[in-house]
């Protein structure tokens, strides 16, 4: 299979501060990246799509300018939470399509704590 | 609108006894289908795909599903579960119209007791 990484695993930021989660695909190079947030004893919920070297796509009801997504390369995808307020306090989760384009590997996931 | 349903939100089963966890799917256009598993304060672990080919896929730790294209149904087996196998089961289907979003269950929590 293949390898997503997120770092970092588990952040504690104050509210009104921003806080940047890093998703890496380590041995594929990745076009697309997916990023979701998982609520306690929740499914998850896709919250963007992010493309190399464009915009990302985000889904209905997720702030643009809240979770900003950068996907500067083929293995790099950033997401980061501006302004961060406790509501936000989540486990994020990114993931990547492997080589064969159609199977989704996921990173470990990120425990965001907004205090 | 494409939904993907996992009908028991808890299965409670002994070890060593067979579990079915339940995956139904809205649609029977072509489609992509995966099982997750979560442990706790983890991310996601591939299980099993059906990507073509066979409908009954066999994955690790022992899980297999049977693609039902009639059912839209992509039901995970287990013939004798372990105390490790308690974790939260997630199934996701990627319907290959538009835009190819992977579309989750809400997950089924499998507890193993002895």
């Known amino acids: 299979g293949a390898v997503v990484s997120q770092h970092p695993s588990r952040v504690i930021c104050k509210s009104g501060t921003s806080v940047k989660i890093e998703c890496r695909s380590l041995d594929f190079q990745a076009t697309t990246m997916f990023w979701y947030r998982q609520f306690p004893k929740k499914s998850l919920m896709l919250m963007a799509t992010?493309?190399?070297?464009?915009?990302?796509?985000?889904e209905q009801g997720v702030e643009k300018d809240k979770f900003l997504i950068n996907h500067a390369s083929l293995t790099l995808s950033t997401l980061t939470v501006t302004s961060a307020h406790p509501e936000d306090s989540s486990f994020y989760i990114c993931?990547?399509?492997?080589?064969?384009?159609?199977?989704?590997?996921f990173g470990e996931g990120s425990w965001l704590t907004v205090v | 609108a494409q939904s993907v349903t996992q009908l028991d939100s808890q299965v409670p089963v002994f070890e060593e006894a067979p579990v079915e966890l339940r995956c139904n799917y809205s649609?029977?256009?072509?489609?992509?289908l995966f099982w997750y598993v979560q442990y706790p304060n983890q991310g996601l672990q591939l299980l099993l795909k059906y990507l073509s080919g066979s409908t009954l896929v066999k994955g690790i730790n022992g899980f297999e599903a049977e693609f039902n294209k009639s059912q839209t149904s992509f039901h995970l087996r287990k013939p004798s579960v372990h105390i490790s196998d308690t974790a939260e089961y997630f199934c996701?289907?990627?319907?290959?119209?538009?835009?190819?979003?992977?579309?989750f269950g809400t997950g089924t929590r499998l507890l193993v007791s002895p």
């Open positions: 996701a289907v990627q319907w290959n119209t538009g835009f190819q979003k992977l579309v």
């Open positions: 993931s990547a399509r492997g080589r064969d384009g159609n199977t989704i590997y």
């Open positions: 649609s029977s256009v072509s489609v992509y």
């Open positions: 992010s493309n190399e070297g464009s915009k990302a796509t985000y």
